[in-house]
């Protein structure tokens, strides 16, 4: 997850990984604990630095597991909050022959400027100069880009399958590192940026994306995907359920209050 979403900026303690991208996704500015870190109370002070050196908030990307406790407790006493609470789903690939064909769905290797419009339309914030940062981390990885028409030939919805090669699944269910190619069996790919313009929900259209772009995965040897998913959003886990995803894990954002100077006279 952390490879199909590259952010521009990096820094590995070792233990955790702290990701800058100008502000663009909480995601791609977040803390990755990778692992527990010696000293969690000094860590999160390293941290702080660092991020307000770039002048960004401090947020850290937490999952749902035991090890997570020591940091948590740091937090707690800081007084971050705990926001955006997402499910991480996955499947396992199925052949090629066994999948729908999703009539009409373009696929490219790099998201035009159709697609950009209205991904960032539906899930964007800012302008043109965030906008370019999120393409640098879209394209930072090798990726398949779907869109759909309505009848207008208007675009009315998108999706991305992020691919990311040198990483396989072990019969387990881990992911590990290893010399996984384009096409080996037990890569897998990663579902993002699911978008729907407003005016054309519950048509179909995020169905022929998320078909589609799971056909394109088969083709190409994968050995399944993941998608992330908003807890709130019972609609789109509706979707994916339907679709054969279930939840494998979970996670949320705490982020540090905003400082605000003292006022009056």
Do not use: K
């Amino acid at each position: 997850m952390d490879a199909a979403w590259p952010a521009p900026e990096r820094h590995d303690t070792g233990a955790w990984v702290l990701r800058a991208a100008r502000g663009v996704t909480q995601r791609a500015n977040s803390v990755w604990p990778r692992v527990p870190a010696a000293d969690a109370a000094a860590a999160v002070r390293d941290a702080a630095s660092w991020y307000r050196q770039r002048r960004l908030p401090v947020i850290y990307q937490i999952f749902d597991h035991d090890d997570a406790a020591p940091l948590n407790a740091v937090l707690d006493t800081l007084g971050y909050t705990r926001q955006s609470e997402t499910l991480v789903m996955s499947r396992r690939a199925e052949p090629r022959d066994s999948l729908p064909v999703s009539a009409g769905v373009e696929i490219s290797e790099r998201p035009s400027a159709e697609w950009l419009e209205l991904w960032w339309s539906v899930d964007g914030r800012g302008g043109a100069a965030e906008l370019e940062t999120a393409r640098a981390i879209l394209t930072g990885c090798p990726a398949l880009y779907a869109l759909v028409r309505d009848d207008d030939g208007g675009p009315a919805a998108v999706g991305r399958l992020a691919v990311v090669h040198g990483w396989s699944v072990d019969p387990g269910g881990a992911a590990v590192p290893g010399a996984a190619v384009p096409g080996a069996a037990g890569s897998w790919g990663g579902l993002y940026c699911m978008a729907t313009r407003p005016d054309a929900r519950r048509r179909g259209y995020a169905t022929r994306i998320q078909q589609a772009l799971v056909r394109a995965g088969a083709e190409r040897g994968l050995a399944g995907y993941w998608l992330l998913v908003m807890a709130s959003n019972s609609v789109a886990r509706e979707l994916y359920t339907r679709a054969g995803f279930g939840e494998v894990s979970r996670y949320c954002y705490r982020q540090e209050r905003p400082r605000r100077a003292l006022t009056g006279c």
